[in-house]
Every structure is written in structure tokens, then in C-alpha cells.
């Protein structure tokens, strides 16, 4: 599976739309690019996942660039209660064997 | 509905003892994931079962076992417990298997070995 590369840490101030990059320059035509966030103590939440369109939902907005090499995630109105690790995940092999990075900590400050 | 189940929370065990770890999955899910979380190693996958079959394992030792029962609730087992063993344990569930699903994660069990 391709490896990603994202920002240790970032901070977003509430209400703002916080982008979190991240990279994944060997990525290949059939993995998914996937995004959960775990909040302290919690298990890991889904956010978001698409192959190569830009998807959205209520929670999120997937960007996708067109040679699939990065991806941003998109919070439209950032919420203290979004303060949490968030992981951007590649894989082509079956949604149950997710290999987890080191993610990206993003601190929500009022 | 209900979400994941994992049971117990929290667990205290020895070295060298085992421990099964129990998880129900979101009703009508028919596939099960398992994952160790620990400060120095982050999330790593250990299995993943479908129709009571393994499809996937980790790169875990033998130590570490689990199966999943035709109502698709699975079980972790881990022998000889070592201290490197403590960790959250998370389990998380899917509709079905394959690519192009999103997995619901549980609260996960705490374990700790003295």
C-alpha cells in the first residue's frame, strides 16, 4: 500500500475552514484514498473516502488532485469539537486492513 | 441502532496469562477488523474476518488469535501475555468487505499487563 505523508500538527481557529493536506505521491490506480479522525480515547472515526473524484458529505469535503498524488480534507466550520488526530489513508486492499500513520494533530482554539 | 460493542473496557492481567477480547458489530455487518494501539507503534492491524473466515492478518505473533462465530461477533486471544501487550485494542465493523466501505470503530478495550 502507498504511504502517506502528512503534517505533524496543525491548528484551525474556530468557525474556519481547516484543510489538511496530505501527500501520497506513489499511489497507485486502484487504492482509495480514505480519512478517520480519533478524537483522545475514542476509536477512530470515518470521515470520508473517494478514488479519484472529489467527494463530499455532512461531515467533510475530499480534494483529490487529478494525478492523484495529494489530497486535501476539508472541514468547512471548524468546531472545538473537532480537535483530534486526523489519519489519510491509501490502500487497495480491503477496507479492514487500513495501514494507520502517525496522522496529523489538529487543535481547534476558540 | 447500536453501535460497536467491545467488551470488556478495561482489563488488568499478568504476564503470561491470556485474555479474549469480545466484539459485536453494528448489526448486519458481516465483517470484523482488529487493531493494537499503543503510544509507540500508533494503530496496527492485526486481523480481518469475514463470513467467519480470517482474510487478512497482520504482522503479529502467533500469540495473537482470533475467529469470528456465524453471527459475525468476533474474538481476539491473546496468550502468554508479555508487557509490550498493553494497549487499547480496537475492533471495527463493515457491511461487508472489500474496498469502497466505511468501517465503524468501537470503543475499544484497555489492557494493561503487570
Known amino acids: 500500500d502507498a504511504k502517506t505523508t502528512q503534517p505533524p500538527s496543525m491548528d484551525c481557529a474556530e468557525g474556519r475552514a481547516a484543510n489538511l493536506p496530505c501527500n501520497h505521491s506513489?499511489?497507485?490506480?486502484?487504492?482509495?484514498v480514505y480519512w478517520y479522525r480519533q478524537i483522545h480515547s475514542q476509536g477512530p472515526q470515518y470521515i470520508i473516502h473517494?478514488?479519484?473524484n472529489n467527494e463530499t458529505n455532512e461531515m467533510a469535503s475530499l480534494i483529490i488532485t487529478e494525478d492523484r498524488k495529494s489530497s486535501t480534507l476539508i472541514l468547512p466550520h471548524a468546531t472545538l469539537r473537532d480537535t483530534a488526530v486526523y489519519y489519510c489513508?491509501?490502500?487497495?486492499?480491503?477496507?479492514?486492513?487500513?495501514?494507520f500513520g502517525a496522522g496529523t494533530q489538529v487543535v481547534v482554539t476558540p | 441502532k447500536a453501535g460497536v460493542t467491545q467488551t470488556p473496557r478495561y482489563l488488568i492481567k499478568t504476564r503470561g496469562q491470556q485474555v479474549t477480547l469480545s466484539c459485536s458489530p453494528i448489526?448486519?455487518?458481516?465483517?470484523v477488523s482488529w487493531y493494537q494501539q499503543t503510544p509507540g507503534q500508533g494503530l496496527q492491524f492485526l486481523f480481518e474476518?469475514?463470513?467467519?473466515?480470517?482474510?487478512n492478518k497482520g504482522n503479529f505473533p502467533g500469540r495473537f488469535s482470533g475467529r469470528q462465530f456465524s453471527n459475525s461477533r468476533s474474538e481476539m486471544n491473546v496468550s502468554t501475555l508479555e508487557l509490550g501487550d498493553s494497549a487499547l485494542y480496537l475492533c471495527?465493523?463493515?457491511?461487508?468487505?472489500?474496498?469502497?466501505?466505511?468501517?465503524?470503530f468501537g470503543q475499544g478495550t484497555r489492557l494493561t499487563v503487570v
Open positions: 471495527a465493523s463493515s457491511l461487508d468487505w472489500g474496498m469502497n466501505t466505511e468501517a465503524f
Open positions: 506513489t499511489i497507485s490506480g486502484n487504492e482509495y
Open positions: 473517494g478514488l479519484k
Open positions: 489513508i491509501v490502500s487497495r486492499d480491503s477496507w479492514g486492513k487500513l495501514q
Open positions: 448489526s448486519g455487518h458481516r465483517s
Open positions: 474476518y469475514f463470513s467467519e473466515t480470517q482474510r
